[in-house]
């Protein structure tokens, strides 16, 4: 096996195919504890939407092929130690009873973690953003396993292992603040809008309250230390967009809830917009130059975020919106040169690499 310059894998070195065959190992293991221990491994809102057979059969597929490429590892490459802990993982998977697991009554638990979410969660991102980044690549030259993966995947993981224990959370100062308000009138006003003005009323109130929050992580020098986390990532793409300082996450969504709180809009026009903030939140920054048009203007695409990123001195300080760019335009941070793009991201190169010294980062004395 051997690397190219850049530390990347080449093709037919068998590295690539050890990682397959030990990530599909380890979802397949972590999927059949979900269906063996589901009162305490899945999220409930999720649980009762579940096509079960579906899924039985992509765990059949995720074992399939972590054996496949366990085995082109052993072809290919001596250095094989990642496919065979995949392959150990799919075994104890089958034994444990593979795709025909049984699923026993269980009754629900106060507290869960959210294992199927982030199993779920990483595989339809993975399925969507890899291939949108290997065939319209913004840097043709950056890995989909590039240095500081393993970093983002983490903040990646525990951002859904406890997205049960975050959602409370950020409801709180909501409540705290507005629940003595009688807010009834003008939530029943709302929830009859029709969906899509309910939508596009919660992108718009959250951007705004996100637009404020995030430009006082900037402009505040304690605040920044959380926020700098963020900055500090140096290959942009749909993973990275996930390393957010704990502390920043919580402060910048609980915010962004007062809006949803007190207009209280329907269940759907939350599911919706949740689903749509997410999706935008991850293609932002991703590693792609796909040409939006028009749709530039009206909303945040990668190019446009990617200047929030940028590590050269003249363009801090701007794109702080991340649905619309209109914000930036109304409040003088807009910038968007045609067809360019930052040469560079990132905060310097003293910047903790690993997740436990980014969370304990901001906390550090005698920084600059
Ligand atoms: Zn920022
Ligand atoms: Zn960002």
Redesign the pocket.
Known sequence: MTLNQDGGFVLWEGKISNYVSFCFGLISLLAVMVFLFPEYLTTPELRQHYPVDVLRQVLMGTLILSFLFGMLSFVLTRNNRPARWGILFSTIAILLGGSEVEIKEYQDKAFQIGLDWLILDLLILAVIFIPIERIFPRRKEQLTLRSEWKTDLTYFAISHLFIQLMAVTVQKPATLLFGWMGLLEIQAWVVELPLIIQVVAALVCTDLVQYAV?RT??ASSLLWRF?EV??SIKDLDWLSGSRIHIVDALLTRSMAFIPLYVFGFSTQAFGVYIVFMAFQTILIHSNTNINFGVLKYLLVTPQYHHW?HSNEPETYGKN?AVHFPLIDKVFGTYYLPEGEWPSKYGVGTDFPTSFLKQLTHPFKRHRK
């Open positions: 995030h992580f900037h926020h963020h900055h929030h702080f």
